[in-house]
């Protein structure tokens, strides 16, 4: 079940049914399955609390994901502040709806087992970004 939420910000206009369904082919090309993820889109202000509180970090981020899977099933909480992506979108010269769906995806890929820490990893994850916006779009 995919869950989507929203906390201290409205709401962004979603296709939720083709969201979930992307989703669905991207985990099931890493083979994995969906299980229970939820997204709670919320601001900068609210990230950063639980950027502080659960990690111990004082900064504000587009996504944090909290990984509960097993290993067929991806099963997680993603915090998305939409502050983040927004001023992402205009840093990287891109439309604000597909930066929220990269970064939608991004958790996805993470629990799928890619990593964007360490060396060359940050080109890795882009790629498979890219890829997964690419099944979306076409």
Not at 14 to 22: I, N, S, Y
Request: charged share 30%; glycine share 8%.
């Amino acid at each position: 079940m995919i869950g989507f939420y929203n906390d201290d910000i409205e709401m962004p206009r979603l296709d939720a049914r083709l969201v979930k369904k992307w989703i669905g082919a991207v985990a099931e090309s890493y083979g994995r399955k969906v299980g229970n993820l939820n997204y709670c889109f919320c601001s900068d202000k609210k990230i950063l609390e639980v950027n502080l509180q659960f990690l111990g970090h004082d900064y504000y981020t587009d996504i944090i994901t909290f990984d509960y899977s097993d290993t067929q099933t991806v099963n997680g909480d993603m915090y998305i502040s939409l502050d983040t992506v927004r001023t992402n979108s205009v840093k990287f010269k891109t439309e604000y709806e597909r930066e929220l769906k990269r970064v939608i995806i991004h958790g996805v890929l993470h629990l799928c087992g890619i990593d964007d820490k360490g060396h060359g990893m940050r080109a890795v994850m882009e790629s498979a970004e890219n890829k997964a916006l690419d099944l979306l779009e076409n």
